[in-house]
């Protein structure tokens, strides 16, 4: 299918072919028909990307910070790559557009194949053929509204959520800052609510057009009675309420708003302009600023609009969707005219020129439509290379395809893969497509799809990695396990009991091979701490210090849904390493969590966790997300045989036995990614076992839910392996 991308590090445009987006359980896959493009934002937007990286340094102080931040706890080289990985990808532009429904995620609701559905949200609601849209980021069109007004949805909810900020009552007098496609609208809307509206703008043609609307007043600025023009039209007493529509670096506006507006009135700022609030009028008159969050309530609360749990109707009335549903509404009464607010229509294939169009200052436009009228049957898969004609012997042993290649794919194990020799990077699938096209140009894969089964079906694909986000990990295993293929799945391998026992059930079935990503173990530091440890033959006592740092509450990570938990997620990796050291699985665990009100004992971040190991060794691991995360992340101490042995970040590594000390500093911090995929390749190539036992992998998954058991309980659980996977394992390992 087409969509409009622009290279985030460049700011060129294409319109290219890309795979189809992944359809979610609880959202639609629509065809579109127009996409809107919202002048203001997007050309913000292009116009960002275009600047050099210095420019765009000097005008984004808040992602300079980030950067900074991220030097402190990951070093410069990591860094640097991160920055680089997202310059070198490619953006999706749009947010508002309206089509037909061709596809229902299985817990979606009130939508059906054929519903014609107006689509909002960046990364979303994008100019592409298709679009893959959350439940609560979509509204059905009611008849008689053509997908060539509903693409303004968006815009017109942004519009009628400015108005509910302002709490507006029929016959008041409105004045409206800013008449682009936005201002327009509120405008229009404002007039249908029964109020006097005033329409101001810096360009005449723009003040026409509001007037054109049943403005009762277009003012242009720079007219020096403007003022008193409000003024005296509100019988000397000002506007009830000021909303700025505008996008502008200037002051204007909120300068202007404050003298326009009457005592104790209302602003409403809505469009991104300078916040430089003259005191003498705001607070002479005691005016009440308010800010409109976009479309409404929902807008970046990930359980609303990515989850599609609403709000109850009776506790919040307007909603981004009932927002959404209730522009729809004053289109079909007729109370909104968007059509004369359209001043050009491109077909999808020359978006380019829709855009060099909108960059220009002294070309009038104003709402920019793209239309898919021919639409183009999506491929499946998209190939990048010529590949080798069918029957011809493959030399490479390992043909991989990958599944999920987000941050962590494609800074910590796409770059070695491609590296290496008898490594062959067939497919990629990832969820937008446009990601996956990306990442299949930068590391070298024959082709791209957004479906899984175009992996899982190649028959000469014999590999495959899967590094989605944890709640796809347990099911896209057993798939592949069954398609026959070998599998290396990022940590966790499971999220849940139920999980781990279909997986372990398929295992027995199928007896394929396996491999978690606990890279830690692979690292040289721990490879060295191992072996200063192989002579012993008593337990040892462990220590395990993670400084994690805190992960805002709504990422994906805490979600029970998707990530399970840090611990689930993250503290798997500690109880990997220790079982490593101790070469034995975990017997049982007990845990306390410090005190935390608004976490579960499944999101708990704060943990002291013992843990027995069979062979009589303990360790205890003590992470948390409290700390400053400047200092050092990971410490490990190990005691044993009248032995010490101590690893810091994995970039230092002290030896301690018969009074002598040796230290050891490891280059480049290397926490073993490398190492494991090149152990991983060579089990494959040489069919030896997987370099950590299924059984290794299995106990150590349980024990993080054995910690959690425990937090719940305040005792002690076992991790125990099942008989049946007990014999099994033996049997193929
Ligand atoms: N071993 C370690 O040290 C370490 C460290 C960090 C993370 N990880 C692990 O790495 C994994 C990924 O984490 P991340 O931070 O990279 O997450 P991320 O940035 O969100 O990447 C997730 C990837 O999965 C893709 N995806 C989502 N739904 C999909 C679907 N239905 N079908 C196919 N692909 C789908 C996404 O596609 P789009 O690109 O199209 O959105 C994206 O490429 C997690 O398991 C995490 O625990 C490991």
């Known amino acids: 299918m087409k969509q409009v991308l622009q290279n985030n590090k460049t700011g060129d445009l294409k319109v290219e072919e890309v795979p189809h987006p992944v359809l979610m359980p609880r959202g639609v896959l629509v065809r579109n028909e127009y996409s809107l493009i919202s002048k203001g934002t997007e050309r913000m937007k292009v116009d960002f990307a275009r600047k050099s990286m210095v420019a765009k340094a000097k005008s984004r102080p808040d992602l300079v910070k980030q950067v900074l931040k991220n030097v402190k706890k990951e070093g410069w080289v990591t860094t640097f790559k991160k920055v680089m990985n997202r310059l070198e990808s490619s953006a999706p532009l749009g947010y508002s557009s309206a089509g037909e429904v061709i596809a229902v995620g299985e817990l979606m609701e009130g939508l059906k194949v054929g519903d014609k559905v107006a689509c909002a949200g960046a990364g979303y609601a994008n100019h592409a053929e298709i679009?893959?849209?959350?439940?609560?980021?979509?509204?059905?069109?009611?008849?008689?509204?053509?997908?060539?007004?509903?693409?303004?949805?968006?815009?017109?909810?942004?519009?009628?959520?400015?108005?509910?900020?302002?709490?507006?009552?029929?016959?008041?007098?409105?004045?409206?800052?800013?008449?682009?496609?936005?201002?327009?609208?509120?405008?229009?809307?404002?007039?249908?609510?029964?109020?006097?509206?005033?329409?101001?703008?810096?360009?005449?043609?723009?003040?026409?057009?509001?007037?054109?609307?049943?403005?009762?007043?277009?003012?242009?600025?720079?007219?020096?009675?403007?003022?008193?023009?409000?003024?005296s039209s509100t019988c000397d007493r000002g506007a009830d309420a000021v909303i700025i529509a505008a996008g502008t670096s200037s002051n204007q506006?909120?300068?202007?708003?404050?003298?326009?507006?009457?005592?104790?009135?209302?602003?409403?700022?809505?469009?991104?302009?300078?916040?430089?609030?003259?005191?003498?009028?705001?607070?002479?008159?005691?005016?009440?600023?308010?800010?409109?969050?976009?479309?409404?309530?929902?807008?970046?609360?990930?359980?609303?609009?990515?989850?599609?749990?609403?709000?109850?109707?009776?506790?919040?009335?307007?909603?981004?969707?009932?927002?959404?549903?209730?522009?729809?509404?004053?289109?079909?009464?007729?109370?909104?005219?968007?059509?004369?607010?359209?001043?050009?229509?491109?077909?999808?294939?020359?978006?380019?020129?829709?855009?060099?169009?909108?960059?220009?200052?002294?070309?009038?436009?104003?709402?920019?439509?793209?239309?898919?009228?021919?639409?183009?049957?999506?491929?499946?898969?998209?190939?990048?290379?010529?590949?080798?004609?069918?029957?011809?012997?493959?030399?490479?042993?390992?043909?991989?395809?990958?599944?999920?290649?987000?941050?962590?794919?494609?800074?910590?194990?796409?770059?070695?893969?491609?590296?290496?020799?008898?490594?062959?990077?067939?497919?990629?699938v990832t969820s937008t497509g446009i990601s996956a096209k990306d990442v299949a140009g930068k590391f070298g894969f024959e082709y791209c799809s957004s479906e899984v089964d175009q992996i899982l079906q190649n028959e000469k694909i014999n590999t495959?990695?899967?590094?989605?986000?944890?709640?796809?990990?347990?099911?896209?295993?057993?798939?592949?396990?069954?398609?026959?293929?070998?599998?290396?799945?990022?940590?966790?391998?499971?999220?849940?009991?139920?999980?781990?026992?279909?997986?372990?059930?398929?295992?027995?079935?199928?007896?394929g091979k396996i491999l978690v990503g606990f890279n830690r173990r692979f690292s040289p530091a721990a490879r060295l701490l191992k072996k200063h440890f192989q002579e012993r033959t008593t337990p040892l006592v462990m220590t395990y210090r993670v400084n994690a740092g805190f992960i805002p509450f709504d990422h994906w990570i805490h979600d029970p849904e998707v990530g399970g938990g840090r611990i689930i997620g993250e503290v798997c990796h500690f109880v990997d390493l220790l079982s490593f050291f101790a070469d034995s699985e975990v017997s049982s665990s007990f845990a306390l969590a410090a005190d935390d009100s608004r976490k579960t004992p499944l999101t708990n971040d704060n943990v002291a966790v013992s843990l027995k190991f069979k062979d009589g060794s303990v360790g205890s691991i003590i992470y948390t997300s409290a700390g400053d995360t400047s200092y050092s992340k990971e410490r490990i101490e190990i005691f044993g045989a009248n032995s010490v042995g101590v690893i810091d970040d994995f970039e230092k590594t002290v030896l301690v036995s018969d009074g002598k000390e040796q230290k050891f500093r490891h280059s480049g911090s290397s926490k073993g990614h490398k190492e494991e995929l090149e152990a991983f390749v060579e089990s494959l190539k040489q069919n030896k076992p997987m370099p950590i036992s299924p059984k290794g992998m299995i106990n150590t998954t349980q024990t993080t839910f054995k910690i959690i058991e425990s937090l719940q309980t305040n005792s002690s659980a076992d991790t125990e392996l099942t008989d049946l996977a007990k014999e099994s394992f033996e049997k193929i390992y």
Request: hydrophobic share 40%; proline share 4%; charged share 25%.
């Open 131 to 231: 679009v893959s849209v959350p439940m609560n980021l979509c509204a059905k069109i009611p008849e008689n509204v053509s997908c060539s007004q509903a693409c303004f949805t968006t815009l017109g909810a942004i519009a009628l959520q400015g108005i509910r900020q302002a709490e507006i009552n029929l016959g008041e007098n409105v004045a409206v800052i800013g008449l682009g496609i936005l201002g327009q609208l509120t405008l229009q809307m404002l007039k249908a609510s029964g109020c006097k509206v005033f329409g101001i703008d810096i360009d005449q043609n723009m003040v026409n057009l509001a007037k054109s609307s049943d403005a009762d007043f277009g003012l242009v600025i720079g007219n020096e009675n403007l003022v008193s023009k409000v003024i």
């Open 253 to 428: 506006p909120i300068e202007l708003a404050g003298e326009i507006c009457r005592d104790k009135g209302r602003v409403v700022v809505v469009g991104a302009v300078n916040m430089d609030v003259p005191r003498k009028n705001f607070y002479e008159k005691e005016l009440d600023i308010r800010f409109s969050r976009s479309y409404g309530p929902g807008r970046y609360d990930p359980l609303y609009e990515e989850m599609g749990i609403d709000y109850p109707f009776g506790h919040v009335r307007w909603t981004e969707k009932r927002n959404m549903e209730e522009f729809l509404n004053l289109l079909q009464q007729g109370k909104v005219n968007t059509e004369k607010l359209i001043t050009h229509k491109f077909k999808i294939e020359d978006a380019e020129k829709a855009y060099d169009l909108i960059m220009k200052e002294d070309e009038r436009s104003l709402a920019v439509l793209l239309e898919y009228e021919d639409f183009s049957e999506s491929q499946p898969k998209i190939y990048l290379k010529q590949i080798s004609p069918d029957g011809q012997k493959e030399i490479p042993t390992v043909n991989i395809g990958f599944i999920g290649a987000g941050n962590f794919a494609k800074n910590n194990l796409l770059p070695h893969l491609k590296k290496m020799k008898d490594v062959k990077l067939k497919g990629v």
């Open 464 to 511: 495959i990695f899967i590094a989605t986000r944890h709640n796809l990990h347990s099911e896209l295993v057993c798939r592949t396990l069954k398609a026959g293929k070998s599998v290396f799945v990022e940590k966790p391998l499971a999220t849940s009991e139920g999980e781990l026992e279909e997986i372990k059930r398929t295992l027995d079935l199928t007896q």
